[in-house]
Protein backbone atom coordinates (compact mmCIF):
# COMPACT_ATOMS: atom_id res chain seq x y z
CA UNK A 1 0.00 0.00 0.00
CA UNK A 2 1.35 3.36 -0.72
CA UNK A 3 2.12 6.06 1.70
CA UNK A 4 0.19 9.43 1.24
CA UNK A 5 2.30 11.85 -0.47
CA UNK A 6 2.36 14.31 3.17
CA UNK A 7 3.75 11.43 4.82
CA UNK A 8 6.33 10.40 1.73
CA UNK A 9 7.17 14.69 2.11
CA UNK A 10 7.30 14.57 5.97
CA UNK A 11 10.09 11.54 6.28
CA UNK A 12 12.16 13.43 3.14
CA UNK A 13 12.27 16.60 4.79
CA UNK A 14 13.26 14.84 8.17
CA UNK A 15 16.25 12.61 6.60
CA UNK A 16 17.87 15.56 4.62
CA UNK A 17 16.91 17.59 8.55
CA UNK A 18 18.99 14.58 9.77
CA UNK A 19 21.73 15.21 7.69
CA UNK A 20 22.28 18.72 7.77
CA UNK A 21 22.37 18.33 11.69
CA UNK A 22 25.24 15.99 11.33
CA UNK A 23 26.89 17.82 8.76
CA UNK A 24 26.88 21.20 11.17
CA UNK A 25 28.13 18.87 14.15
CA UNK A 26 31.42 17.55 11.95
CA UNK A 27 32.12 20.77 11.17
CA UNK A 28 31.77 22.49 14.45
CA UNK A 29 34.19 19.16 15.36
CA UNK A 30 36.70 19.97 12.56
CA UNK A 31 36.88 23.91 13.40
CA UNK A 32 36.83 23.15 17.02
CA UNK A 33 39.45 20.11 18.14
CA UNK A 34 41.11 19.36 14.92
CA UNK A 35 41.93 23.36 13.93
CA UNK A 36 45.79 23.94 14.03
CA UNK A 37 46.82 26.39 16.63
CA UNK A 38 50.23 27.33 15.08
CA UNK A 39 48.91 31.38 15.71
CA UNK A 40 49.86 30.32 19.41
CA UNK A 41 52.84 32.19 20.46
CA UNK A 42 56.47 30.67 20.55
CA UNK A 43 56.47 30.97 24.79
CA UNK A 44 52.33 29.28 24.65
CA UNK A 45 54.06 26.49 22.23
CA UNK A 46 57.00 25.87 24.30
CA UNK A 47 55.99 26.43 27.62
CA UNK A 48 56.07 22.85 29.13
CA UNK A 49 59.07 21.69 27.36
CA UNK A 50 61.86 21.32 30.49
CA UNK A 51 65.37 22.91 29.96
CA UNK A 52 68.22 20.94 28.95
CA UNK A 53 71.38 20.89 29.89
CA UNK A 54 74.23 22.52 27.41
CA UNK A 55 77.78 22.05 27.60
CA UNK A 56 79.77 24.30 25.75
CA UNK A 57 82.79 24.77 23.59
CA UNK A 58 83.69 27.84 22.31
CA UNK A 59 86.65 27.38 20.20
CA UNK A 60 85.95 28.52 16.99
CA UNK A 61 82.99 29.85 15.05
CA UNK A 62 80.72 27.02 15.05
CA UNK A 63 78.74 26.36 18.43
CA UNK A 64 79.26 22.67 19.83
CA UNK A 65 77.11 21.66 22.19
CA UNK A 66 76.35 18.25 24.49
CA UNK A 67 72.69 18.20 25.53
CA UNK A 68 70.98 16.14 28.93
CA UNK A 69 67.57 16.43 29.83
CA UNK A 70 67.07 17.64 33.25
CA UNK A 71 64.32 16.15 35.28
CA UNK A 72 62.40 18.87 36.63
CA UNK A 73 62.69 22.81 36.30
CA UNK A 74 65.13 23.66 40.03
CA UNK A 75 64.54 26.10 42.06
CA UNK A 76 66.26 29.15 42.90
CA UNK A 77 67.75 28.13 45.65
CA UNK A 78 69.60 25.27 43.94
CA UNK A 79 70.30 26.77 41.07
CA UNK A 80 73.75 27.30 40.73
CA UNK A 81 73.93 23.62 40.86
CA UNK A 82 72.23 23.00 37.56
CA UNK A 83 72.97 25.90 35.71
CA UNK A 84 71.96 25.80 31.95
CA UNK A 85 74.19 27.55 29.38
CA UNK A 86 74.01 28.53 25.86
CA UNK A 87 76.29 30.61 23.53
CA UNK A 88 75.34 31.49 19.62
CA UNK A 89 77.38 33.54 17.32
CA UNK A 90 74.30 35.53 15.88
CA UNK A 91 76.42 36.64 12.21
CA UNK A 92 75.34 39.63 10.90
CA UNK A 93 73.27 40.51 7.89
CA UNK A 94 76.26 42.08 6.02
CA UNK A 95 73.69 42.86 3.14
CA UNK A 96 71.32 44.87 5.11
CA UNK A 97 71.42 48.60 5.92
CA UNK A 98 70.93 48.35 9.23
CA UNK A 99 71.98 52.12 9.98
CA UNK A 100 68.65 52.92 8.28
CA UNK A 101 66.39 50.10 8.54
CA UNK A 102 64.38 48.13 11.10
CA UNK A 103 62.25 45.21 10.92
CA UNK A 104 59.15 44.72 12.53
CA UNK A 105 59.45 42.53 16.17
CA UNK A 106 56.82 39.53 15.32
CA UNK A 107 56.25 37.91 18.54
CA UNK A 108 52.96 35.83 17.36
CA UNK A 109 54.34 34.10 13.90
CA UNK A 110 51.13 32.59 12.03
CA UNK A 111 53.26 29.71 11.22
CA UNK A 112 56.25 28.10 14.49
CA UNK A 113 59.30 27.94 11.26
CA UNK A 114 60.76 24.72 12.55
CA UNK A 115 60.72 23.98 8.84
CA UNK A 116 62.11 25.69 5.60
CA UNK A 117 59.73 28.41 4.33
CA UNK A 118 57.82 27.33 1.22
CA UNK A 119 58.94 30.88 -0.58
CA UNK A 120 62.67 30.96 -1.65
CA UNK A 121 64.71 33.56 -0.46
CA UNK A 122 68.20 34.24 -1.83
CA UNK A 123 71.30 33.75 -0.05
CA UNK A 124 73.58 36.60 1.69
CA UNK A 125 76.43 36.45 -1.11
CA UNK A 126 79.27 37.53 0.86
CA UNK A 127 78.72 35.29 4.48
CA UNK A 128 75.90 32.69 3.13
CA UNK A 129 73.43 33.07 5.62
CA UNK A 130 69.75 33.88 5.27
CA UNK A 131 68.50 37.32 5.81
CA UNK A 132 67.95 38.50 9.52
CA UNK A 133 64.63 38.91 9.04
CA UNK A 134 63.88 35.53 7.84
CA UNK A 135 66.50 33.78 10.87
CA UNK A 136 65.60 35.93 13.92
CA UNK A 137 62.14 33.86 14.35
CA UNK A 138 63.95 30.16 14.38
CA UNK A 139 66.99 31.40 16.45
CA UNK A 140 64.12 32.86 19.38
CA UNK A 141 62.32 29.03 19.06
CA UNK A 142 65.59 28.02 19.78
CA UNK A 143 66.61 29.68 22.95
CA UNK A 144 62.87 29.48 23.94
CA UNK A 145 63.10 25.60 23.32
CA UNK A 146 66.23 24.69 25.61
CA UNK A 147 65.31 27.36 28.40
CA UNK A 148 69.00 28.08 29.25
CA UNK A 149 69.45 29.71 32.31
CA UNK A 150 72.45 32.14 31.18
CA UNK A 151 72.52 32.95 27.17
CA UNK A 152 75.46 34.68 25.43
CA UNK A 153 75.88 36.17 21.75
CA UNK A 154 78.17 37.40 19.32
CA UNK A 155 78.08 39.36 16.24
CA UNK A 156 75.00 41.05 17.35
CA UNK A 157 74.50 44.56 15.58
CA UNK A 158 72.28 46.97 17.77
CA UNK A 159 69.01 46.07 15.72
CA UNK A 160 68.90 42.98 16.12
CA UNK A 161 69.90 43.59 20.08
CA UNK A 162 66.87 45.49 20.15
CA UNK A 163 64.93 42.70 18.45
CA UNK A 164 65.84 40.13 20.54
CA UNK A 165 65.64 41.77 23.64
CA UNK A 166 61.79 42.66 22.66
CA UNK A 167 61.03 39.05 21.49
CA UNK A 168 63.05 37.06 24.60
CA UNK A 169 61.21 39.80 27.49
CA UNK A 170 60.10 38.92 29.42
CA UNK A 171 61.65 35.91 29.88
CA UNK A 172 65.28 37.15 29.53
CA UNK A 173 66.55 40.14 30.68
CA UNK A 174 69.49 41.53 29.06
CA UNK A 175 72.75 43.43 28.95
CA UNK A 176 74.91 44.48 25.78
CA UNK A 177 76.68 47.30 23.98
CA UNK A 178 78.27 48.07 20.60
CA UNK A 179 81.94 48.22 20.49
CA UNK A 180 82.70 50.84 18.53
CA UNK A 181 82.47 53.88 20.91
CA UNK A 182 81.23 54.44 24.19
CA UNK A 183 77.87 55.65 23.22
CA UNK A 184 77.36 51.83 23.11
CA UNK A 185 74.85 52.29 19.92
CA UNK A 186 77.32 51.02 17.16
CA UNK A 187 79.14 48.11 16.35
CA UNK A 188 78.75 44.24 17.37
CA UNK A 189 78.02 44.02 20.96
CA UNK A 190 78.66 40.31 23.13
CA UNK A 191 75.74 40.31 25.23
CA UNK A 192 74.14 38.58 28.15
CA UNK A 193 70.54 37.12 28.52
CA UNK A 194 69.71 35.81 32.01
CA UNK A 195 66.94 34.32 33.10
CA UNK A 196 64.88 37.00 34.77
CA UNK A 197 63.13 35.02 37.13
CA UNK A 198 66.05 33.51 38.47
CA UNK A 199 69.01 36.26 38.37
CA UNK A 200 69.90 39.41 39.56
CA UNK A 201 72.49 41.72 39.00
CA UNK A 202 74.80 42.70 41.70
CA UNK A 203 76.77 45.81 41.85
CA UNK A 204 80.26 46.19 43.11
CA UNK A 205 78.75 47.61 46.71
CA UNK A 206 77.32 44.09 47.08
CA UNK A 207 80.70 42.21 45.91
CA UNK A 208 79.46 42.25 42.39
CA UNK A 209 80.97 44.59 39.77
CA UNK A 210 80.25 48.12 38.46
CA UNK A 211 77.36 50.27 39.87
CA UNK A 212 74.24 48.30 38.73
CA UNK A 213 76.43 45.03 38.43
CA UNK A 214 77.84 45.05 35.12
CA UNK A 215 80.74 46.34 33.17
CA UNK A 216 81.85 46.61 29.59
CA UNK A 217 85.30 46.65 28.81
CA UNK A 218 87.47 46.66 25.48
CA UNK A 219 90.39 43.63 24.95
CA UNK A 220 93.17 46.42 24.74
CA UNK A 221 96.17 47.21 26.68
CA UNK A 222 93.19 50.60 27.72
CA UNK A 223 90.48 48.40 28.20
CA UNK A 224 88.28 51.31 29.78
CA UNK A 225 89.02 53.09 26.71
CA UNK A 226 85.54 52.03 24.36
CA UNK A 227 86.79 51.45 20.87
CA UNK A 228 90.00 50.69 21.57
CA UNK A 229 91.80 48.18 19.46
CA UNK A 230 94.12 45.94 21.21
CA UNK A 231 97.69 44.38 19.91
CA UNK A 232 97.47 42.77 16.75
CA UNK A 233 93.70 42.77 16.06
CA UNK A 234 92.17 43.31 13.04
CA UNK A 235 89.20 45.09 14.54
CA UNK A 236 88.19 46.36 17.91
CA UNK A 237 86.81 43.36 20.32
CA UNK A 238 84.91 43.81 23.84
CA UNK A 239 83.94 41.80 26.60
CA UNK A 240 80.41 42.17 28.94
CA UNK A 241 80.77 41.17 32.51
CA UNK A 242 77.95 40.36 34.55
CA UNK A 243 78.25 39.92 38.16
CA UNK A 244 74.85 37.47 38.98
CA UNK A 245 73.35 35.80 42.16
CA UNK A 246 70.07 33.53 42.01
CA UNK A 247 67.23 34.06 43.79
CA UNK A 248 67.26 33.05 47.42
CA UNK A 249 71.00 32.07 47.06
CA UNK A 250 74.09 33.99 48.79
CA UNK A 251 76.57 33.05 45.66
CA UNK A 252 77.65 34.87 43.33
CA UNK A 253 78.58 34.30 39.46
CA UNK A 254 80.95 36.33 37.32
CA UNK A 255 79.58 36.08 33.58
CA UNK A 256 81.78 36.88 30.92
CA UNK A 257 81.27 37.21 27.67
CA UNK A 258 83.62 37.67 24.95
CA UNK A 259 84.70 37.38 20.72
CA UNK A 260 87.87 37.03 20.51
CA UNK A 261 89.81 38.52 17.26
CA UNK A 262 90.52 36.03 14.22
CA UNK A 263 92.94 37.36 13.00
CA UNK A 264 95.67 38.28 15.72
CA UNK A 265 97.02 35.10 17.32
CA UNK A 266 98.56 37.67 20.26
CA UNK A 267 95.72 39.51 20.54
CA UNK A 268 93.81 36.31 21.35
CA UNK A 269 96.69 35.32 23.64
CA UNK A 270 96.64 38.92 25.57
CA UNK A 271 92.74 39.04 25.48
CA UNK A 272 92.74 35.84 27.75
CA UNK A 273 95.11 37.55 29.68
CA UNK A 274 93.05 40.64 30.28
CA UNK A 275 90.22 38.76 31.03
CA UNK A 276 91.65 36.62 33.62
CA UNK A 277 93.08 39.49 35.29
CA UNK A 278 89.32 41.06 35.35
CA UNK A 279 87.95 37.57 36.66
CA UNK A 280 90.77 37.71 39.45
CA UNK A 281 90.08 40.96 40.62
CA UNK A 282 86.12 40.45 40.64
CA UNK A 283 86.79 37.04 42.88
CA UNK A 284 89.09 39.19 44.99
CA UNK A 285 85.99 41.80 45.94
CA UNK A 286 83.64 39.37 45.86
CA UNK A 287 85.30 37.12 48.77
CA UNK A 288 86.23 40.43 50.53
CA UNK A 289 82.48 41.37 50.62
CA UNK A 290 81.36 37.68 51.50
CA UNK A 291 84.12 36.86 53.84
CA UNK A 292 82.83 33.63 55.91
CA UNK A 293 79.87 33.46 54.50
CA UNK A 294 81.16 30.15 52.79
CA UNK A 295 79.36 30.78 49.51
CA UNK A 296 82.25 30.63 46.89
CA UNK A 297 81.70 32.71 43.82
CA UNK A 298 81.59 31.13 40.69
CA UNK A 299 83.37 32.70 37.45
CA UNK A 300 81.86 31.53 33.78
CA UNK A 301 83.58 32.54 30.63
CA UNK A 302 81.48 31.79 27.51
CA UNK A 303 82.00 33.29 24.15
CA UNK A 304 83.36 32.73 20.61
CA UNK A 305 87.00 32.32 20.89
CA UNK A 306 88.42 32.04 17.49
CA UNK A 307 91.25 29.62 18.02
CA UNK A 308 92.32 25.92 18.39
CA UNK A 309 92.74 24.83 22.39
CA UNK A 310 96.65 24.39 21.85
CA UNK A 311 96.41 28.80 21.57
CA UNK A 312 98.21 30.64 24.20
CA UNK A 313 94.49 31.58 24.37
CA UNK A 314 93.25 28.70 25.86
CA UNK A 315 96.47 28.57 28.18
CA UNK A 316 98.26 31.89 28.97
CA UNK A 317 101.55 30.89 30.69
CA UNK A 318 101.41 34.14 32.84
CA UNK A 319 99.02 37.33 34.12
Known amino acids: MARPPAIRLGFFVFFNL ?15 ICAPR ?11 LHPKLVAIAGAGSADQTLQSPIASSPSSASMLKHLTLMTWNVRYDGKAQYQNRTWPVQTSPEQLPFSRPNKTYPQNETFGEYPWALRRIPLVSTI ?4 PSILTLQEVLPNQLQELKALLAPTYSAIGAGRNDASGT ?44 GWDASQTR ?5 ALRAFGSGQII ?3 STHFDDQGQLARAESAKLIRRRANDALASTLHHQAGSGEDPLVILMGDFNSPREELAWRPPSL
Open 18 to 32: LISICSLLTLFYSLT
Open 38 to 48: ECYSIQDRLAH
Open 144 to 147: LLHH
Open 186 to 229: RGEAVPVFYRSDLFELVPSDQGGVGPTGFEHFWLSPTPDQAGSV
Open 238 to 242: MCTHL
Open 254 to 256: HLF
